[in-house]
Structures are given as structure tokens and as C-alpha cells.
């Protein structure tokens, strides 16, 4: 909950013109606050693009490269991928109901989209190895951080701040969300339904793609659709 916007603009204008990743984080870390931090629980693009400079930054090495040796080579995972090319894009599936549809700038489905690597929605992947990730936070899984640091990411961090995700009209009071993972705790109308457990753990992605996992029933599902995420 730092204050910062959910991105730099509208999700419909905001790659009009080719860019670069740089230039969007490097935009993003010169965005003013929307709010006192710790106020309003917001789910922020910008939120994941700073930290990924900081990480390259700290560590002197490309952001996904140390996503790769810190996190994906640890759990086995080698079908997830921040650029396809070659043999690869025939496995990539088109999504429907894109941005700029049939342009050079398309969302998802354009070559420049697809190699922007972008730190908070640019991996390509299956719903296998994205479980894989999920369950390194339920009870039988492998651990990845220390367990301080997976409590902290497993445990209610807002103190009661309302807020949601403003492109998807969801907002909630209290919000309830843990470190990189929201969570479902008392909420309705929840992306990951009513039969799940209040400490069920999520994150969906704008391009229809849902992956949670539920630590009370030692449970995690990863859903991949193609279908542009619009409202709940």
C-alpha cells in the first residue's frame, strides 16, 4: 500500500506509441502518490515495476534473470518464460477481445507486447509450472523463503485499509492482501469463488488467467482462459 497509481494511465492508451520496459518503470518511478501510504489498499502495476528496479538495481543483474535463479530454477520450473520466440510462440494462445486489435502495439498478441517482459504481467507459461509457484506457499509444498518471509506473504498486511483493483471495479472494505498475493478472507464476489477458504491466496490476470491456492485444504489451482478481463 505505498500510494502509488494502479499504472500510468489508461489501460486502453497506455502503449499507443512502441516503448520500452525501461522507459515505463523509469516513468513509474517518477509517479506521484494517490494517496498517504498505508491509507488505501490499491493493486498497483507500478507497485510491481519499481520493486523490479530495485531488485536489478541491488543484485547489478536483469530483473528476470534473477526471478529465474531465485525462484523458477528452485521449483523445477522451465515452461514459464518472460519472451517466447522461435518454436515457442506456436504454443502461445491468442487472446480475444484485445486492445488495438490487429496493430503493431496489440495487447498480448503483438510481437511488441510479447517481448516487452514487463515484471507485472509480461510471463508466458502453463498452468502446471504456475501451480508450481502457488503451492511453495500450502502446507505440503516446497519452501522458497524463509519462514518469517512466507508468513509474512501468507498473512493479512493492510490492517484494515479498504481498497480493490480499480480496472477490474472491485473494491472491498476492509481490502485484505498479503505481500505479492491477495487474499479472499471474509470477501464477496470473489474471483476465486464461494467454496474456498478465507485464507485462500490468489492472483488473476488481466488477460483471463486465475492462479490460487487455499492452504486450508492444502489446495492450489491455476486457470488460463483467452479472454481480456474486463469487470467482476
Known amino acids: ?65 534473477l526471478v529465474r535463479d531465485r525462484v523458477f530454477d528452485l521449483l523445477g520450473i522451465v515452461d514459464i518464460m518472460e ?45 502446471r509450472d504456475a501451480v508450481r509457484i502457488a503451492a511453495a506457499f500450502l502446507p505440503s509444498g516446497p519452501r522458497l523463503f524463509s519462514e518469517p518471509t512466507t508468513s509474512l506473504m501468507i498473512n493479512d498486511q493492510t490492517l484494515g485499509a479498504p481498497g480493490g483493483v480499480k480496472s477490474a471495479t472491485v473494491r472491498w472494505d476492509p481490502g485484505f492482501r498479503w505481500i505479492g498475493w491477495e487474499t479472499r478472507d471474509m470477501k464477496r464476489r470473489h474471483w476465486t469463488g464461494d467454496l474456498t477458504s478465507p485464507r485462500t491466496f490468489c492472483h488473476f490476470g488481466h488477460s483471463g488467467t486465475l492462479l490460487w491456492g487455499d492452504p486450508e485444504r492444502d489446495l492450489a489451482m491455476a486457470v488460463f482462459c483467452n479472454r481480456m478481463v474486463t469487470h467482476m
Not at 499507443?16 to 493493486?43: F, K, N
Not at 518454436?87 to 503493431?104: C, F, K, P, S, Y
Open 1 to 65: 500500500m505505498p500510494g502509488l497509481p494502479e499504472d500510468l494511465g489508461s489501460r486502453d492508451s497506455r502503449y499507443q506509441e512502441i516503448t520500452s520496459t525501461d522507459a515505463v518503470i523509469e516513468a513509474m518511478c517518477r509517479l506521484p502518490l494517490r494517496s498517504a501510504p498505508g491509507d488505501v489498499l490499491r493493486y498497483s502495476n507500478a507497485g510491481y515495476g519499481v520493486p523490479a528496479r530495485m531488485a536489478g538495481t541491488v543484485s547489478e543483474r536483469p530483473f528476470w534473470s
Open 83 to 127: 519472451v517466447p520466440d522461435g518454436a515457442l510462440l506456436d504454443r502461445v494462445v491468442h487472446v480475444a477481445d484485445t486492445n488495438h486489435t490487429g496493430t503493431a502495439v496489440e495487447t498480448y498478441n503483438s510481437a511488441y507486447w510479447r517481448g516487452l517482459a514487463l515484471p507485472w504481467g509480461g510471463l508466458f507459461g502453463t498452468p
